[in-house]
Each structure stands twice: as C-alpha cells, then as structure tokens.
T-cell receptor
Framework: EAGVAQSPRYKIIEKRQSVAFWCNPISGHATLYWYQQILGQGPKLLIQFQNNGVVDDSQLPKDRFSAERLKGVDSTLKIQPAKLEDSAVYLC???????????FGQGTRLTVV | AQSVTQPDIHITVSEGASLELRCNYSYGATPYLFWYVQSPGQGLQLLLKYFSGDTLVQGIKGFEAEFKRSQSSFNLRKPSVHWSDAAEYFCAVGANFNKFYFGSGTKLNVKP
C-alpha cells in the first residue's frame, strides 16, 4: 500500500513570497490533516478535512494560510505571503473512516529567509 | 483545555538498558492517548494507542505504555533499547481518534 505522498520535500523562499504544498493521501482515506511542526515542538493541527469538507480549521492563520481538498482526494496548503515564523515542517496525514490510526507523510520542510 | 507535557527534551540511554519516556496530559474527559515515533526526515509512525480497557498497552517494536488516570500519565517503556530506537518520540492526546494534540517530543539517543 502506498503511503501518504507530499511534495516538495524541501522549499526555501523569501519572506513575503507565496508557496504551495501538495499532499496525496492513501487511497480511500476519508480524513486528511495538515500539521505544522516548528523545530523543537510537536506537530500542531492546522486543518482537518472529512472528504472535501472542512471539519476544523480553528488554528489555521486564515489571513495568510489557505487549504483545499478538491474532490475529497488530493489537498494543497498555501501560504501567501510567507513570514519568517512560518519556517517549519508541514506534515500531511490521512486516516480511513472508523480507524484509530492516522498515517503521516514525510513532510515538507519550509525555510523562509 | 487539552495539553500534553513531555518533561524530558533529551534522554540518553545505553544500548540494552531499559527506557521510560514520560508523558503527562490534561484533558477534561476520558482521553484517547497515543505514542508516535519520528525518525530523522521521516513522518510520524504510530507505536501504540489507548482508549479503554487494560491500562497496559503493547505496541510495535517492543514498546509498551501504561495509562494511570490518577497521575494523568501515559509513560512509554521498553525493557531493552536497541540502537535503531534512536529517534524522537511524541505523546499525543485526542478527543477521539482524530484531532490530536501533541507534546513537544523527547529525543532519544542510544549509546553503544
């Protein structure tokens, strides 16, 4: 079974630029998460999708971050404009309906300079 | 509000020695508790989880954890550590099986 795929693996941008990350969850998984993991901290939930609907985006900085999950499959997370404090690893995870386990991708490491 | 505290930022143990990683949580209801491991450059992998029943749960790679409601703890243990166990370990609490809140992690170093 293929895992959660994320791209790119690494991205370096200047502050005030925009950036987008892509996630392809495991086939058939209804729930998809985006987490932000700042160096030295645990992952923090940004947004949770159930199929193509948003379940929770209470911790998403909506003035600069946006996310979508078209057709309930792939998802993109966008930051516009980026700030220095957005430097982090962005993790995508997916979870099948009724399951107790979320499966994580390898993440995208973003450096904002 | 829910939160997770992992008091130890770094731990070093000798290969073959026993290991205990501490986790304390704050949650208003019956928590769902998890331990994840993250190797460098990798995503998180679930080691074990607890939501009800026997308070001592077994996981993969020889790990176990014990839920102690009176102490609000869910400590991770392994009787004999292998060099391949060197990684970062995260404890997480959830209202159910989604929307997890993670601790800040404990980095494990294994001495030969």
């Amino acid at each position: 079974e293929a895992g959660v795929a994320q791209s790119p693996r690494y991205k370096i941008i200047e502050k005030r630029q925009s950036v987008a990350f892509w996630c392809n969850p495991i086939s058939g998984h209804a729930t998809l998460y985006w987490y932000q993991q700042i160096l030295g901290q645990g992952p923090k939930l940004l947004i949770q999708f159930q199929n193509n609907g948003v379940v929770d985006d209470s911790q998403l900085p909506k003035d600069r971050f946006s996310a979508e999950r078209l057709k309930g499959v792939d998802s993109t997370l966008k930051i516009q404009p980026a700030k220095l404090e957005d430097s982090a690893v962005y993790l995508c995870a997916s979870q099948p309906a009724g399951s107790t386990e979320a499966f994580f991708g390898q993440g995208t490491r973003l450096t904002v300079v | 509000a829910q939160s997770v505290t992992q008091p130890d930022i770094h731990i070093t143990v000798s290969e073959g020695a026993s290991l205990e990683l501490r986790c304390n949580y704050s949650y208003g209801a019956t928590p769902y508790l998890f331990w994840y491991v993250q190797s460098p450059g990798q995503g998180l992998q679930l080691l074990l989880k607890y939501f009800s029943g026997d308070t001592l749960v077994q996981g993969i790679k020889g790990f176990e954890a014990e839920f102690k409601r009176s102490q609000s703890s869910f400590n991770l243990r392994k009787p004999s550590v292998h060099w391949s166990d060197a990684a970062e370990y995260f404890c997480a609490v959830g209202a159910n099986f989604n929307k997890f809140y993670f601790g800040s992690g404990t980095k494990l170093n294994v001495k030969p």
